[in-house]
């Protein structure tokens, strides 16, 4: 990674989405956490989740006002990425345009480098 990029940059849908999730939680949280799992039909999945504190080693990506850790493990897969909020008529939820992406499984769900 150069210095001074991000591993992952955020679409103003997904600034908006973030902010409204930290909004609504439960419990006080600093943003968002960002990771891949060893799942799904083709190897990777992203998971997204709240972080209530920065972990050792995390990548803090501060965007217009809301914070997005990044897994240290997730970074190499990561690199580049776009992160969006997208909502549809039957689904809506964060979607990555990864450029270390080699295919996904059909069902969309998992992803392999």
Sequence with gaps: MN?????????????????SLM????????????????TGCSGHSYVVEYAEDKRPFEEEIEQDGVRVFIDPVAV???????????????????????????GRCGCGESFHV
Excluded: C, H, I, W
């Excluded at 210095?3 to 902010?19: E, F, K, P």
């Excluded at 190499?76 to 080699?102: H, I, R, T, W």
């Design 76 to 102: 190499m897969f990561l690199v580049g990425s776009k992160m969006d909020y997208v909502e549809g008529k039957l689904q809506s939820g964060f979607v990555f345009d990864n450029p270390n992406e080699k």
């Design 23 to 38: 909004d609504r939680a439960d419990k006080p949280v600093l943003g968002l956490r960002v990771g891949v799992s060893n």
């Design 3 to 19: 210095q001074g990029q991000q591993a992952v940059t955020l679409t103003d849908n997904a600034v908006s989405r973030v902010r």
